[in-house]
């Protein structure tokens, strides 16, 4: 049992590092005399087609050279840096243990627990946990998430990291990094959002994720094969640039004249009726029938007129996800570029803020 690798928790001022297909992003928060939080750095360093697949690190020099580029960029002195890993490369159950057990008693609960779960001999995995609270359905007992990854998946995460130079102290899950980076935001709903349906929505280059939370529990999670790349696809054939082209113009805003009408439109109204569809499936597979809010993360959610056309297809209140709302901002952060890039620093966001967990 490796404790302390899922889900650590460190005072120490902490870098938030999220590795996705398309991008290193990084996020450095602190607090001021108040208390609340400050946006000290963030910044974006893009990947070539192919140096990241199925959340593996296959170009693994270029993508080091790229995270020490943004490390440098960014300024910040900072070693300590926490890292997640794809849903779908960690199996986390919920259990339930008696309450009043020490650390060991507890570790080895949860070694016995696991060995249901994980289809893999405990050696050839990292297993970690963490005691949510008292259980609502079993007085005197407490529930408790157990996580755990194959040891090649943590070890290309801390590699990464040490080889750029920084000290690993957290590993943790992209959608639970995400989850609490919107929490924020969901706080900042009529009501604060209480027992509100929330449809989270973050929109990744290949695929994106669906979660659906009410009060700060998991309703239902679901990946659906949608997402940025599509729109350069289409910039492909509509132009004749080659990929490169097409994501370096995407990045610049330096698109043809007919670009909203022909590309940009038709993408949109695409991406609206996906969203649609994954709800119309959460309705069938679940007693629900409807959600609240939907809120949209990911570098495509503020393309312009997605908002609107979500809206318009779901029928639902939508909005984009700005995960620094609210924040002071640091002097080497630049306000108009942050709030641009701002839905694509959600998971990146949630792990900065593990620095503020105890």
């Known amino acids: 049992m490796n404790t302390g690798s899922l889900f650590s928790r460190q005072p120490a001022p902490l870098i938030g590092l999220d590795v996705s297909s398309s991008s290193v992003k990084l996020v450095e928060l602190g607090r001021d005399r108040a208390g609340n939080l400050v946006l000290d750095r963030c910044g974006i360093e893009p990947f070539e087609r192919g140096w990241i697949k199925d959340g593996n690190i296959e170009n693994f020099d270029d993508v080091v050279t790229a995270t020490r580029r943004l ?25 339930i243990l008696p309450g009043g ?31 949510v609270g008292p ?12 996580a755990a990854s194959r040891k090649e998946k943590v070890e290309d995460r801390r590699g990464l990291a040490e080889a750029a130079g920084l000290l690993p102290v957290v590993i943790d899950v992209e959608s639970y990094a995400a989850r609490l980076a919107a929490g924020r935001v969901v706080k900042r709903l009529p009501g604060g959002g209480a027992d509100a349906l929330i449809a989270l929505f973050e929109i990744g280059a290949l695929t994106s994720t669906m979660q659906v939370l009410r009060n700060d529990d998991l309703i239902y999670e679901r990946d659906q094969v949608f997402g940025g790349a599509q729109l350069t696809q289409m910039l492909v054939r509509q132009y004749g640039f080659t990929h490169d082209e097409a994501e370096n113009k995407k990045r610049a805003g330096e698109l043809p004249a007919d670009y ?36 949209l993360a990911g570098g495509t959610a503020s393309l312009p007129g997605l908002r609107e056309a979500v809206t318009q297809h779901t029928t639902f209140a939508c909005q984009v996800v ?37």
Do not use: W
């Open 101 to 131: 057990l020490n650390e060991r008693e507890m570790e080895v609960q949860v070694e016995a627990e696991a060995n249901q779960y994980i289809p893999f001999s405990l050696d050839e995995v990292t297993l970690d946990f963490c005691v």
């Open 71 to 95: 490390l440098s960029r960014a300024g910040s002195r900072t070693k300590h840096v926490a890292m997640a890993l794809p849903a779908s490369a960690v199996i986390s159950k919920k259990i």
């Open 322 to 358: 700005n995960p620094f709302h609210g924040m002071a901002l640091g002097r080497s952060v630049r306000e108009k570029k942050m709030l641009r890039e701002a839905p694509s620093y959600l998971t990146a966001c949630g792990l900065a803020m593990r620095r503020f967990l105890r």
């Open 135 to 146: 259980s609502a359905t079993s007085p005197g007992d407490v529930e408790v998430v157990i």
């Open 260 to 295: 909203a009408a022909t590309v940009l439109g038709p993408y949109v109204e695409s991406l609206a009726q996906e969203v649609e569809r994954a709800l119309k499936f959460f309705f069938t597979s679940t007693p629900h029938h409807r959600v609240d809010y939907i809120l």
